[in-house]
């Protein structure tokens, strides 16, 4: 499986980036760690005539702190998010998710702006950025935007991103130390990818009742999305497991279920509904 | 174009096609077919290699993304004339039956015990999770990468 040819470019910085991207429109693509890209290209899937390879662009693969968020950069791999002592300490949740990505290789070379800029409705990330409220830094032809990863999905492989912008980092809060979170996934066995994964961001105050809660679930749906339901209904109560069982219900009753080969709309569903209990239920424990 | 990398120390000089995958250039232009090509689609595991230490997919790679990079395959595990402790421990435990996915589950285990030297059996069913095995049904590979860990320790 050979992918059809192309013109390759290796620029050095993001202008020189976004300047290919313009000169080429519609027939060139970026390539991160090609996890996604290649495997479509092999597949002849896509067949972009020029391909802009972004890993000479040496600030792309830095992690800093900015403020009270964590910048990391498009090219940060999963392998890197997974094992970072800053993004464990402090963003615990991202790297319980990108230890969840397909196996150790495509860790190695999978990239965060890849997956986020390709929007697979089964990739784990999504469902994480939500819950976090991230924010997507994006720079382009005509100069440079933030967007909240709640406006960054939009459907179906389909983002936010304009033909030739780039992606360069993503920002996420450097969550308080009582606040806990928690990422459950059910895999789907041959690929890895989520049948439903569930991300869980909670806060209670002494007496137990919940302060904030926020709530991410992918796999399910043609995007990933809040269960704002779920977040409704248990802010302000205490998190006993009864009342997390009895808000985690009909997560998907707004969404557009999938039905495929790999598990029917009715069995997503109630997994929806479980793994968002779950990943509560373990992020209620872990907050202080 | 033109690309400099080097496998197993030494260093190979081609004029490429950017299409060309890396799994290509090391079974065809490099010769060393230790690597092998199993599904093509980043399933198996069997192309599985070292890029700078790190193991990856080298059916999904291409040849010039890995340029100035240092790679290894299983042909450069054998140290003067001696097979790696892994590779021992693969025959002594017959981590083997046909063998096509065995260069590939090596050099995962390889890369497996360099991050995580003393790994339990789920640590390294986990750390195999990349790689497939038509033939062994996996138990006498965990065995193996049990027994190359203690012959490394
Ligand atoms: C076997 C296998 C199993 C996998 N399992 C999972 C899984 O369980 N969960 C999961 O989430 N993912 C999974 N993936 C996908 C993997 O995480 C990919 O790495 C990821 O989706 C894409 O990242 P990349 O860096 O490889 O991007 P690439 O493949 O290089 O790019 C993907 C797309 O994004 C565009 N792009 C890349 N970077 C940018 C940028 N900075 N700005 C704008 N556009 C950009 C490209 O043009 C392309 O269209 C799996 C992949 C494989 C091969
Ligand atoms: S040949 Fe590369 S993963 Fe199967
Ligand atoms: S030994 Fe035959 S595929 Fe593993």
Redesign the pocket.
């Not at chain 1, 070379?109 to 390709?118: D, F, K, L, P, R």
């Not at chain 1, 912008?165 to 360069?168: A, F, K, T, W």
């Given at each position: 499986m050979i992918p059809e040819a192309f013109e390759y470019f290796a620029p050095s910085s993001i202008q020189e980036a976004i300047s290919l991207a313009r000169r080429y429109g519609g027939d060139a693509?970026?390539?991160?760690?090609?996890?996604?890209?290649?495997?479509?290209m092999k597949l002849r899937l896509?067949a972009?005539k020029y391909i802009i390879d972004?890993a000479g662009i040496g600030e792309?693969t830095q992690i800093s702190e900015e403020g009270d968020s964590l910048k990391i950069g498009?090219?940060v791999?999963?392998k890197a998010i997974e094992t970072s002592d800053e993004i464990q300490s402090r963003c615990r949740l991202l790297a319980e998710?990108a230890f969840?990505?397909?196996?150790p290789q495509?860790?190695s070379?999978?990239?965060?702006?890849?997956?986020?800029?390709?929007a697979?409705p089964?990739?784990?990330?999504p469902a994480a950025l939500l819950a976090l409220d991230a924010e997507v830094r994006?720079e382009g032809p005509s100069g440079g935007r933030s967007v909240r990863a709640s406006d960054f999905f939009v459907d179906l492989f389909t983002t936010a991103?304009q033909q030739g912008?780039?992606?360069?980092a993503i920002h996420v809060p450097v969550l308080a130390h009582n606040v806990g979170t928690a990422y459950k996934?059910l895999?789907q066995q041959a690929?890895?990818?989520?049948l439903v994964s569930a991300a869980a961001v909670v806060a209670k105050d002494e007496g137990g009742k919940c302060t904030h809660i926020a709530v991410g679930i992918?796999g399910v749906g043609p995007k990933a999305f809040r269960a704002s339901k779920v977040e409704e209904s248990l802010l302000g109560k205490t998190l006993t497991e009864k009342n997390i069982t009895n808000a985690s219900h009909h997560v998907t009753a707004s969404v557009d279920v999938q039905n495929d080969i790999h598990a029917s709309a009715e069995y997503r569903s109630a997994m929806a509904d479980l793994f968002a209990k779950n990943a509560i239920w373990v992020a209620a424990n872990r907050a202080e | 174009m033109e690309i400099t990398l080097t496998i197993n120390d030494r260093t190979f000089k081609a004029d490429v096609e950017p299409r060309l995958l890396l799994v290509h250039f090391i079974r065809e232009n490099a010769c060393l077919t230790g690597t092998h090509i199993g599904c093509e689609?980043?399933?198996c595991g069997a192309c599985t290699i070292l890029l700078d230490g790190k193991a990856v997919?080298s059916c999904?790679l291409l040849a010039v993304q890995a340029r100035g990079k240092r790679l290894t395959t299983v042909e450069g595990l054998m140290k003067n004339g001696r097979l790696h402790p892994i590779q021992e421990a693969f025959w002594e435990e017959h981590g083997l039956q046909c063998g096509y996915c065995t260069p590939g589950m090596i050099m995962a285990a390889y890369h497996l015990l360099q991050e995580n030297p003393n790994p339990s059996d789920e640590q390294i069913r986990r750390g195999l999770e990349?790689n497939l095995c038509r033939c062994t049904g996996y138990q006498n590979i965990v065995k193996a990468i049990q027994s190359a860990a203690a012959k490394l320790a």
């Open positions: 693509k970026f390539l991160s760690g090609g996890h996604s890209l290649l495997p479509m896509a972009p972004l792309l498009a090219l791999t999963h998710a969840e990505i397909g196996d495509v860790r070379c999978g990239t965060i702006g890849g997956s986020v800029a390709h697979d089964a990739a784990d990330y994006i991103l912008e780039l992606l360069v996934k895999r690929s890895g990818f989520a992918s | 689609t980043t399933t997919k999904t990349g």
